[in-house]
């Protein structure tokens, strides 16, 4: 008899498959960085796809040198706005928030997200934060931050997604005084990331809702004997009898999509406040004209057209270099059809 190879069906690295709670991804690590203090996350929307030609400048590549075309997504990358600044301490038990500082003048827009802060005294919470920098009982720092969608022509909403993003860099005396610069400032991408570096992308997917187990785990149809009653599509077994019990890891119906999902080592071709020049005559399918700052990502990302997208810099760069890309040609050619 030869020797039977048959992986198992599916992924089980991301179970248990449910939604995600928020449209607006998490991120649980942050990469490392060791120079002057920065910003280590930045968000946008997703507008949707073109191609680029851009010269191959992967080395020992076949086509190194040459003119090659490039599938590329579009997120318009509106600038952000840093609503406070938050501290965390941490212990045996992970971490903890301590404090935080709010900015003097919120827009009125965040009221529909979150209770903005009434009566408040920015110098007393100011000096609390201080004291509990200088006692050295702060960890991290967060600049929480919001999008500002109610600019954009192709999100049809107005209400901001507020968010933690990390403040990375020296210690946490240079980080607490650039965060003091940071509070009630609106940020560009320029500030987390230049072209040619890699990031990585975070996105919650199209959602799929209740699938079979053939569509969400890949197993085979049942054959002809077997599929006697309509009963192709479903499952051989659900396990043994002793014990009376079903393993998480048999593949069964369920949720599919509208996951969290992280694509790594993602290029940033480029960066640029001119939208026109990335507009399609007619605008993007289901998006329409862009208006605000746009960046290239290089291949495809997670999540549907509209839906809020969020990057940092790469934590897994490995060997990869960075480079300057050579752009020859960006295809605005109609999406209509």
């Given at each position: 008899?030869?020797?039977?190879?048959?992986?198992?069906?599916?992924?089980?690295?991301?179970?248990?498959?449910?939604?995600?709670?928020?449209?607006?991804?998490?991120?649980?690590?942050?990469?490392?960085?060791?120079?002057?203090?920065?910003?280590?996350?930045?968000?946008?929307?997703?507008?949707?796809?073109?191609?680029?030609?851009?010269?191959?400048?992967?080395?020992?590549?076949?086509?190194?040198?040459?003119?090659?075309?490039?599938?590329?997504?579009?997120?318009?990358?509106?600038?952000?706005?840093?609503?406070?600044?938050?501290?965390?301490?941490?212990?045996?038990?992970?971490?903890?928030?301590?404090?935080?500082?709010?900015?003097?003048?919120?827009?009125k827009i965040l009221g529909r997200r979150i209770?903005?802060?009434?009566?408040?005294?920015?110098?007393?919470?100011?000096?609390?934060?201080?004291?509990?920098?200088?006692?050295?009982?702060?960890?991290?720092?967060?600049?929480?931050?919001?999008?500002?969608?109610?600019?954009?022509?192709?999100?049809?909403?107005?209400?901001?997604?507020?968010?933690?993003?990390?403040?990375?860099?020296?210690?946490?005396?240079?980080?607490?005084?650039?965060?003091?610069?940071?509070?009630?400032?609106?940020?560009?991408?320029?500030?987390?990331?230049?072209?040619?570096?890699?990031?990585?992308?975070?996105?919650?997917?199209?959602?799929?809702?209740?699938?079979?187990?053939?569509?969400?785990?890949?197993?085979?149809?049942?054959?002809?004997?077997?599929?006697?009653?309509?009963?192709?599509?479903?499952?051989?077994?659900?396990?043994?009898?002793?014990?009376?019990?079903?393993?998480?890891?048999?593949?069964?119906?369920?949720?599919?999509?509208?996951?969290?999902?992280?694509?790594?080592?993602?290029?940033?071709?480029?960066?640029?406040?001119?939208?026109?020049?990335?507009?399609?005559?007619?605008?993007?399918?289901?998006?329409?004209?862009?208006?605000?700052?746009?960046?290239?990502?290089?291949?495809?990302?997670?999540?549907?057209?509209?839906?809020?997208?969020?990057?940092?810099?790469?934590?897994?760069?490995?060997?990869?270099?960075?480079?300057?890309?050579?752009?020859?040609?960006?295809?605005?050619?109609?999406?209509?059809?």
């Amino acid at each position: 008899m030869p020797k039977i190879n048959r992986p198992r069906r599916g992924s089980l690295a991301f179970s248990p498959r449910t939604r995600a709670k928020s449209p607006i991804p998490k991120y649980q690590s942050w990469p490392l960085y060791t120079g002057a203090p920065i910003l280590q996350g930045f968000a946008g929307y997703k507008v949707g796809m073109t191609h680029v030609i851009m010269v191959d400048d992967h080395k020992s590549s076949p086509t190194e040198g040459k003119e090659i075309m490039v599938p590329v997504t579009v997120i318009e990358i509106p600038s952000m706005k840093v609503a406070a600044i938050r501290a965390y301490s941490r212990d045996t038990y992970g971490k903890h928030a301590l404090t935080e500082v709010w900015a003097d003048q919120l827009d009125k827009i965040l009221g529909r997200r979150i209770t903005l802060p009434k009566d408040y005294d920015q110098e007393a919470a100011l000096k609390k934060f201080s004291e509990a920098v200088a006692a050295g009982t702060v960890a991290e720092i967060y600049a929480v931050s919001y999008t500002q969608p109610a600019i954009l022509t192709g999100v049809p909403k107005k209400v901001p997604d507020l968010m933690e993003i990390k403040i990375g860099g020296g210690d946490i005396k240079k980080q607490w005084e650039y965060a003091q610069g940071l509070l009630g400032t609106e940020v560009s991408l320029n500030n987390v990331i230049q072209t040619g570096a890699y990031a990585d992308i975070t996105a919650i997917t199209t959602g799929k809702g209740t699938n079979g187990a053939v569509k969400r785990w890949g197993i085979a149809l049942r054959k002809r004997k077997h599929s006697v009653g309509g009963k192709e599509r479903h499952l051989g077994t659900l396990g043994p009898w002793n014990p009376h019990h079903v393993r998480w890891q048999v593949p069964q119906m369920g949720q599919l999509g509208y996951q969290q999902r992280t694509e790594f080592n993602k290029r940033i071709l480029r960066v640029s406040e001119n939208s026109s020049e990335i507009t399609p005559a007619g605008g993007f399918l289901h998006y329409g004209v862009l208006k605000s700052p746009y960046v290239l990502v290089k291949g495809s990302i997670p999540g549907p057209v509209k839906r809020l997208i969020r990057i940092r810099p790469a934590m897994r760069l490995g060997e990869h270099v960075v480079r300057m890309p050579t752009i020859q040609f960006v295809s605005v050619q109609s999406k209509q059809g």
